[in-house]
């Protein structure tokens, strides 16, 4: 597989795997509705940033399919997918119980009934779909979806502005050729939509580093939540308080993962990159800089194991989108300038233009004691230690692929690189999955918290108004 070398899409740097990145030009065009905190439209300013500083250059850009209903149904129950496809504006009054049951269109804005909205579900949740079918068929081990990492959605529920789940349709997906997925959440709210899905299994790790507080949505992730049955101590909570900065977080993040990768052994990765953790974001009570949470990525890229990079939460639209274009900088392996090239949204980010500016502190204070950090660090690893080494899974019938490989033979297939390669036999080479490459050593194993929600993100945004 070849990639075009251009130094005006910054440096390179060493140790970089190509990844695929995944951009619908439709998705960015819903709209949630007036005063709703939401913006698709952010995805279509991180993609601008991308092609200003040419890193389509070193990467492979791909317009996903749409996902279908029998997609979504693989995690969401029929009739929840079938009410999503039905509703909208103009009918809202003949689905008044339907709109209950599935909190849809609930009162205090969270999850509207807004136009195309079953559309939307589709676009952002075909990006990762696609992106887990390319990671099984060899074709990628680097992927990035910034429209997906809705990670809220229940199975026949929406919540916390998130309809469809993607997260969990792709680990479904994942999991037909990888016996252990690692999902990581770093978004200021708790990944709790992907944590319930996957509770009582041992093939998937659910990890979230977030805000925990009763008055906090969806006020579930306390460290006491650490799976049941056959998943118990497979659920791993990092409940943060305000204000945490670059250097207490990755005191903490850095050797917990380090501990879950050498423990668990995952054979694929998932990583939710949600910029509400970012200083100054509207929602968020966390003051990481963009610096802070592209190590974050950073670190999880240096583990080399096959991973999907996903959006997720960010109400400043404009850090969000210089957030994620680093990251894409990150992923694609090239060092860039930190003064932003002219692009089509180029006053969203004056004064200063750049890439990386000092974001203002959300909280004056970091709540989070050096005492508390290391009891959460302790106690995180101590579970660790209680984990079989790396679970094995017995022979099973795998359901078929989607797709085939064979699909990409097709020269008028609508699924070209829009850099110009044709993602197919010729180009870009099946890649044997990873031969597992860790330590051989770990000890053996063996309560838990009623998940509960509070504050739901519309009442919290409400708060937030009224403070203004």
Aim: a negative charge; hydrophobic letters at 30%; glycine letters at 8%.
């Amino acid at each position: 597989m070849t990639v075009p070398s251009d130094d005006s899409g910054g440096t390179e740097l060493p140790g970089n795997r190509v990844p695929i990145y995944y951009f619908d030009p439709v998705v960015g065009a819903f709209h949630y509705g007036p005063r709703h905190p939401m913006k698709p439209h952010r995805i279509h300013i991180t993609h601008s940033l991308v092609l200003s500083y040419r890193l389509q250059n070193h990467m492979h850009l791909y317009k996903p399919k749409l996902a279908t209903k029998y997609d979504m149904c693989t995690f969401h129950t029929e009739e929840y997918i079938d009410f999503l496809s039905k509703v909208t504006n103009d009918n809202c009054s003949q689905f008044s119980q339907e709109l209950k049951q599935f909190s849809v269109g609930s009162p205090n804005g969270d999850s509207p009934v807004f136009g195309g909205m079953y559309e939307f579900c589709q676009r952002f949740c075909g990006g990762s779909l696609t992106a887990a079918q390319h990671m099984n068929q060899g074709l990628s081990d680097v992927t990035i979806n910034w429209a997906g990492g809705l990670h809220h959605a229940k199975k026949s529920e929406a919540s916390g502005f998130c309809y469809v789940n993607d997260i969990c349709v792709a680990i479904l997906e994942l999991l037909k050729y990888h016996p252990r997925v690692m999902y990581l959440d770093i978004d200021v709210h708790h990944g709790d939509g992907v944590q319930e899905a996957f509770y009582l299994t041992d093939r998937v790790m659910t990890v979230s580093f977030h805000k925990y507080g009763r008055d906090f949505f969806p006020g579930t992730g306390d460290m006491y939540e650490i799976g049941e049955q056959q998943g118990k101590y497979y659920s791993v909570n990092v409940p943060l308080r305000d204000g945490i900065n670059d250097e207490t977080y990755h005191d903490v993040y850095k050797p917990i993962m380090d501990g879950i990768i050498k423990y668990y052994r995952p054979t694929a990765l998932v990583m939710q990159c949600g910029a509400d953790s970012l200083g100054m974001d509207r929602l968020g009570v966390f003051n990481l800089s963009i610096g802070g949470h592209g190590e974050a990525v950073n670190h999880m890229k240096s583990y080399g194991i096959p991973i999907m990079y996903l959006g997720g939460g960010g109400y400043t639209l404009r850090n969000v989108a210089r957030c994620w274009a680093y990251e894409t900088s990150i992923i694609a392996g090239r060092r860039v300038g930190n003064d932003i090239p002219y692009n089509d949204y180029h006053e969203f980010f004056m004064p200063d233009y750049k890439l990386q500016p000092t974001i203002t502190s959300n909280k004056p204070d970091n709540l989070n004691k050096k005492e508390y950090i290391e009891y959460i660090k302790e106690s995180t690893l101590q579970n660790l230690k209680r984990l079989p080494f790396a679970p094995s899974v017995q022979m099973h019938d795998v359901p078929p692929d989607l797709y085939y490989y064979d699909d990409f033979e097709d020269p008028d297939d609508t699924h070209m690189d829009e850099s110009g390669v044709n993602i197919g036999p010729g180009q870009m080479q099946r890649r044997p999955h990873y031969h597992e490459h860790y330590d051989e050593n770990a000890p053996d194993v063996d309560n838990s918290d009623e998940m509960r929600r509070h504050k739901t993100m519309g009442e919290c945004y409400n708060d937030h108004l009224k403070s203004l």
